[in-house]
T-cell receptor
Framework: AQKVTQAQTEISVVEKEDVTLDCVYETRDTTYYLFWYKQPPSGELVFLIRRNSFDEQNEISGRYSWNFQKSTSSFNFTITASQVVDSAVYFCALSEEDSSYKLIFGSGTRLLVRP | DVKVTQSSRYLVKRTGEKVFLECVQDMDHENMFWYRQDPGLGLRLIYFSYDVKMKEKGDIPEGYSVSREKKERFSLILESASTNQTSMYLC??????????????FGEGSRLTVL
């Protein structure tokens, strides 16, 4: 069965610290997609990144980076030099090729960046 | 600016009432979704629609129905609200094939309280 686990419920850091949000997934499919979304206090989820199962290259976008490791079924998200505006709930999600309309979301990690 | 608009940010209803949650998108997207967000459970798919008048059940359709009479509008209906339907409801849309990319565009959510 497909499943996404975000074991960290809440993380609190001081501004400028680096922080890593963990995501572990389960799937039987060989073709699947992984995502990260950000939900700021306004409530509207914002798409951050998509990765397919055949692309294990790490991705960097500004202060954000993602580490995809199939060997450990993990897709971790790191924010470098965190800022107060990074405070949000972050969701990891999975979709499988056979049911690609459906995103399976993790329970989310609430990140608080303190000034 | 592209937008998914949910008609009500906050609603309070009584047990047994019929509740309509409306969602409108201005991006001409084919696909629309209704999710429910609960603490510790992440987002769970209730229903989605890939075309006008077409709908598919998600993971938790019981107690809900949907209507899509026009491409831009997707309504979630609670025929007889119950207290366990107290939750945050999120509407999302994506372009044709967009569900494969996971690039969903979300509204700000409707927080429903059933007394």
């Amino acid at each position: 069965a497909q499943k996404v686990t975000q074991a960290q419920t809440e993380i609190s850091v001081v501004e400028k610290e680096d922080v890593t949000l963990d995501c572990v997934y389960e799937t039987r499919d060989t073709t699947y997609y992984l995502f990260w979304y950000k939900q700021p206090p306004s409530g509207e989820l914002v798409f951050l990144i998509r990765r397919n199962s055949f692309d294990e290259q790490n991705e960097i976008s500004g202060r954000y980076s993602w580490n995809f490791q199939k060997s450990t079924s993990s897709f971790n998200f790191t924010i470098t030099a965190s800022q107060v505006v990074d405070s949000a709930v972050y969701f990891c999600a999975l979709s499988e090729e056979d049911s690609s309309y459906k995103l399976i979301f993790g329970s989310g990690t609430r990140l608080l960046v303190r000034p | 600016d592209v937008k998914v608009t949910q008609s009500s940010r906050y609603l309070v209803k009584r047990t047994g009432e019929k509740v309509f949650l409306e969602c409108v998108q201005d991006m001409d997207h084919e696909n629309m979704f209704w999710y429910r967000q609960d603490p510790g459970l992440g987002l769970r798919l209730i229903y989605f629609s890939y075309d006008v008048k077409m709908k598919e059940k998600g993971d938790i359709p019981e107690g809900y129905s949907v209507s899509r009479e026009k491409k831009e509008r997707f309504s979630l209906i609670l025929e007889s609200a119950s207290t366990n339907q107290t939750s945050m409801y999120l509407c999302a849309s994506s372009a044709e094939g967009g569900y494969n990319t996971g690039e969903l565009f979300f509204g700000e959510g409707s927080r429903l309280t059933v007394l």
